[in-house]
């Protein structure tokens, strides 16, 4: 595609709940990287993908929080029993490699309740 | 970790008036990034600047990586301009921006 997707937009969730957020980066990006950005804040790393491999999940915040990109392409970021403090977008951004030009999709508005 | 600091937090300009933004970090860098976060929360690209300068219609950018330092300029100022404007830099690993906090615009006509 033209740019980043990610779906869905808007997501509520209830506190316990799992979900999951999708993204589709740019055609023939190597790297992925996963933010989330609360209210008020600057974007907060979660995590790296090179293709397929996981390099970096350091910012991920505890291990309710888990990412894949199974075939070096599209990835998903699952939260798992939810809670208000997740509550947040999150966004998806994709480079050609490496340290190249990075491309931020729209994000996904989670809100748990 | 490498530290990323924006000033001022937050401008307001009447339509027509310049300003610049400044993005000072702790370490050399291999990717620097303007954005301009519109209301609605999309992050637009505005330059990939890891040194020199580079202007594109109104806006124009300069690092001076020796230094540490970014800066980002506007000028002629228009109500769609406003918004958060972040500076984001590269770790020495590469695999993560790091956003600064970032500076809210506020024009005005």
């Known amino acids: 595609g033209a740019g980043v997707s990610q779906s869905p937009r808007y997501k509520v969730a209830k506190r316990g709940q799992d979900v999951a957020l999708r993204c589709d980066p740019i055609s023939g990006h190597v790297s992925l990287f996963w933010y989330q950005q609360a209210l008020g804040q600057g974007p907060e790393f979660l995590t790296y993908?090179?293709?397929?491999?996981?390099?970096?999940k350091s910012g991920l915040p505890s291990d309710r929080f888990f990412a894949e990109r199974p075939e070096g392409s599209v990835s998903t970021l699952k939260i798992q029993r939810t809670q208000q403090e997740d509550s947040a977008v999150y966004l998806c951004?994709?480079?050609?490699?490496?340290?190249?030009?990075?491309?931020f999709g729209q994000g996904t508005r989670l809100t748990v309740v | 970790g490498i530290q990323v600091e924006q000033s001022p937090p937050d401008l307001i300009l009447q339509e027509g008036a310049n300003s610049t933004l400044r993005c000072n970090f702790s370490?050399?860098?291999?990717?620097l990034q303007w954005f301009h976060q519109n209301p609605w929360g999309q992050l637009i690209n505005l330059f990939y600047?890891?040194?020199g300068t580079k202007q594109n219609g109104r806006l124009s950018a300069t690092t001076v990586a020796t230094e540490r330092y970014s800066l980002l300029y506007i000028s002629s100022s228009q109500t769609t301009d406003s918004g958060v404007y972040f500076c984001?830099?590269?770790?020495?690993?590469?695999?993560?921006?790091?956003f600064g906090k970032g500076t809210t615009l506020s024009v005005s006509s």
């Open positions: 600047i890891p040194s």
């Open positions: 993908f090179q293709n397929e491999a996981q390099l970096d």
């Open positions: 370490d050399s860098v291999n990717n």
């Open positions: 951004a994709s480079s050609f490699y490496g340290n190249t030009e990075a491309f």
């Open positions: 984001a830099v590269a770790n020495q690993a590469g695999t993560a921006l790091i």
